[in-house]
């Protein structure tokens, strides 16, 4: 089961918005890929998620740990997977078993966090329902935020985030 949705945010605060009204649906278990080049606001979006999830905190670009948890309304995990890969503009770029064992990954999808990957492209085979979504620089700092929802709970959140 697959869904679409796209929306233009022209404003950074629009991305906020965005970001807040999907981490106040969001459930365990629940996980959101995003994608998009360096300066995209993959970063800006996700702390915003995680302020509609109750995360007091503020989320960091986790740099030494690739992976940030967080206590909000329910356990919350940003990855920012981009210093694992070789070339991460590389969209068929894949992470090894051994990398991910060495992150501690499947730890995280046990149904009790709510999960958000930045530069998940090696990951996404792991995965059985997810929330994909591509954020795109326009001229002017717009962003086209486009979502595809794999998997019947990605499709039922969508359509509480946007629908
Ligand atoms: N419409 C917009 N949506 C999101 N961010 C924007 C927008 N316009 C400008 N920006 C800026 O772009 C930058 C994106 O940075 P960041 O979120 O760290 O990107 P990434 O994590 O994708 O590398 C931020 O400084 C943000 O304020
Ligand atoms: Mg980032």
Do not use: N
Request: hydrophobic share 40%; net charge negative; charged share 25%.
């Amino acid at each position: 089961m697959q869904e679409q949705w796209e929306q233009v945010a022209h404003t950074p605060s629009a991305t906020d918005e965005l970001g807040e009204r999907l981490g106040q649906v969001l459930k365990p278990g629940d996980v959101v890929l995003l994608s998009g080049p360096v300066g995209a606001g993959k970063t800006r979006f996700a702390k915003a998620v995680a302020r509609g999830v109750g995360v007091g905190s503020e989320v960091t670009s986790p740099t030494f740990t690739i992976v940030g948890e967080y206590e909000g309304r329910e356990p919350f995990v940003h990855m920012d997977l981009y210093r694992l890969y070789d070339d991460p503009d590389d969209p068929l770029a894949q992470l090894s078993e051994d990398m991910l064992v060495g992150i501690g990954f499947d730890d995280y999808f046990d149904g009790s966090h709510i999960v958000l990957i930045e530069w998940p492209q090696g990951v996404r085979r792991c995965l059985d329902t997810y929330l994909d979504i591509v954020i795109t620089p326009l001229a002017g700092g717009e962003r086209a935020f486009r979502a595809q929802a794999v998997g019947v709970s990605a499709c039922a959140r969508m359509k509480e985030w946007v629908g």
